[in-house]
């Protein structure tokens, strides 16, 4: 059995990267940009239809799976190749796993865009294709989920606890720290 990551580290495929090398998990990481078409080849988009990265392709005994979409590779991962014994990142209990899904979507949908946002045009993009107003706009909407994750996190210390979804780093956490 195989499981294969399709991505580059500096894009979203870092959260099923980080999720396997913080299991130990071995994988064979292929790595591929999103540039110069190679998302777009019918090979590709046969793994993902969207032609975007990442994919995780698990070879099983019954069979291979296919998952994209970074938050979904990182929770399988988790799930599927972790234990959950109260140790490592996978969630130990109902109550973890639900925290687990629920701090993921909510970074995909209070979080994520936001933040691409700042980073492309702070950073990332060329310096004659930025336009700071639109950081400077994404900027001022973080602050609302930034203050619902602080929150929660002081709220998880005044428990005892120092992270998202229990007193442990857990894929969570990984999912969350990505974004923000």
Same mark, same amino acid.
């Given at each position: 059995m195989t499981l294969k990551i399709y991505g580059m580290g500096a894009s979203r495929a870092a959260r099923p990267l980080w999720a396997a090398l913080e299991l130990g998990v071995p994988f064979e990481h292929i790595a591929m940009t999103y540039k110069a078409g190679a998302t777009r080849t019918p090979e590709f988009l046969a793994l993902n239809p969207n032609g975007h990265i990442p994919v995780v392709v698990d070879e099983r005994a019954d069979g291979a799976v296919t998952v994209w979409e970074s938050m979904a590779c990182a929770l399988y991962i988790a799930r599927v190749h972790g234990? !959950? =014994?109260g140790q490592s990142i996978t969630p130990a209990s109902p109550r973890e796993e639900a925290?687990?899904?629920r701090w993921t979507f909510w970074a995909v949908?209070?979080?994520?865009k936001d933040a691409l946002t700042v980073l492309m045009h702070r950073m990332a993009m060329p310096e004659d294709q930025r336009k700071p107003e639109l950081a400077d706009q994404a900027?001022?909407?973080?602050k609302v989920p930034?203050?619902?994750l602080e929150q929660h996190l002081?709220?998880?210390h005044a428990k005892g606890e120092a992270y998202l979804a229990a007193n442990r780093f857990t894929? !969570? =956490?990984v999912?969350?720290?990505s974004v923000a």
């Open positions: 234990q !959950a =014994d925290e687990a899904l949908t209070e979080l994520e900027e001022s909407r973080l930034l203050a619902v002081q709220a998880q894929v !969570a =956490d999912c969350v720290a």
